[in-house]
């Protein structure tokens, strides 16, 4: 049996702001008490928040829910924005580039960059593990994917804070903000169209050319659909990469006892895969994401009117102990481990393969290469984005084996 919201729920409890700024600080108890309370919370915005893991994973593969004709500030993410039938002719032009057998090929190149990273890092002794080894090493690989000049990295580091508020949804951002977004937005798409134009005069065997090659000769992707294809294929590569690096040492940094296991669990500087899953569901770098009812559907069992703004906790559905056993625990041996950080259905993250390689790597060669690790300060959360979960330092000491 579904029912229509008919009215905003009366009770504190139900009501949920997935954009409060202070939720960063400590998302997790807040989820808890709103999973607990009720599948359903009601939010700004109309919003309908759904809390529960089974309810967010239905939700996910619902293609009911979705985003609707693409508005203007998400369009800079291509397919992410997009329904079926556009979404997935567009996506398998981009799949063809990240299957996991093109992804394992890139494990040398990837640990020579981690092996360079903490070669610096080893000889300070101190250093931000975030600013100094996640970052640059999720920005190296991106950058060699699409070959583009490594004295760019520090500059499209700094464009990603303004532009990654584009994947909240419109309605949340205020008027400046907005502005300054879609300024850096701006900014960026005239960077990427130089940097098309010059590849197209010198094509090489990197992902730009393939992509140029792919809109040249359409018909799915085409001239103008190729900067909106690398704007997202970058922005996604990295900033989460960078941040899952870090919020997974900053969880094995605060459990000693499971810190030690990963370091039993590392073979050849890659960090065992289910070790990995449990600190992506333990803390994710994407904690909600939004959708729009296209289609009247029912979510936890209450009918939804299409143009309904729903937003999915994927952080929450991560910690619901209707799905996980213990979840506030970090248990690297967690099997099964159904967690939802790579989202579900249609638009599962097509990047899997390499943000797993790529940080399973680098945590895997930290723990191997060093006797000791430990937390040298207090790390603080960002609260640029409300989607985003990240740190704005991690400051560590480490002594080399
Ligand atoms: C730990 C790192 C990462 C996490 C946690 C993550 C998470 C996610 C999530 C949750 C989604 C689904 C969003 C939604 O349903 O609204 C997604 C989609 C996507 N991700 Fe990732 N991602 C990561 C790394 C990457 C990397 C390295 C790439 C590579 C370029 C990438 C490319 C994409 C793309 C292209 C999509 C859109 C897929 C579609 O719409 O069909 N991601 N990611």
Not at 65 to 81: C, E, M
Request: glycine share 6%; hydrophobic share 40%.
């Amino acid at each position: 049996m579904t029912q229509t919201i008919q009215s905003l729920p009366t009770g504190r409890e139900r009501y949920f702001d997935p954009f409060d700024p202070a939720l960063h600080a400590d998302p997790y108890s807040r989820y808890a008490l709103a999973r607990e309370s009720a599948p359903l919370c009601q939010g700004p915005h109309g919003l309908t928040v759904v809390t529960r893991h089974r309810d967010v994973s239905a939700a996910l593969r619902d293609t009911r829910l979705g985003h609707g004709p693409t508005t203007a500030p998400n369009r800079i993410f291509s397919f992410l924005g997009l329904d079926p039938p556009e979404h997935g002719p567009l996506r398998r032009v981009a799949a063809q580039f990240f299957g996991p057998r093109t992804i394992s090929a890139l494990a040398p190149r990837i640990s020579g960059f981690v092996d360079d990273l903490l070669d610096t890092a080893l000889q300070k002794r101190h250093v931000d593990l975030l600013g100094e080894f996640a970052y640059p090493l999720s920005l190296r690989v991106i950058c060699s994917l699409f070959d583009l000049p490594e004295q760019d990295q520090p500059w499209i580091r700094a464009q990603t804070p303004p532009i990654g508020r584009l994947l909240d949804p419109p309605y949340s951002i205020s008027g400046p903000d907005l502005a300054a977004a879609r300024q850096a937005a701006a900014v960026f798409v005239a960077y990427l169209r130089e940097q098309i134009t010059h590849r197209r005069r010198h094509p090489g065997p990197d992902l730009l050319s393939q992509l140029i090659s792919h809109a040249d000769s359409g018909p799915t992707l085409t001239p103008r659909g190729l900067i909106p294809m690398c704007a997202l294929l970058l922005m996604a590569g990295y900033e989460t990469t960078a941040n899952i690096i870090a919020n997974g040492a900053l969880a094995l940094l605060r459990h000693p006892a499971q810190l030690e296991a990963a370091r039993a669990r590392t073979t050849d500087g890659l960090l065992d895969p289910a070790a990995m899953d449990e600190l992506l569901r333990y803390d994710s770098p994407i904690q909600i994401t939004f959708r729009t009812v296209q289609q009247e559907t029912a979510v936890a069992g209450t009918a939804l009117s299409p143009g309904t703004p729903v937003a999915l906790l994927i952080g929450s559905a991560n910690r619901d102990p209707r799905a996980f056993a213990r979840p506030e625990r970090l248990d690297l041996r967690r099997a099964p481990n159904p967690h939802l950080s790579f989202g579900a259905g249609i638009h599962f993250c097509l990047g899997a393969p390499l943000a797993r390689l790529e940080a399973g790597l680098a945590l895997g060669h930290l723990l191997a290469r060093t006797r000791h690790l430990e937390l040298a300060g207090d790390p603080s959360h960002k609260d640029i984005t409300a989607a985003v979960r990240g740190l704005n330092d991690l400051p560590v000491a480490l002594t080399p084996r």
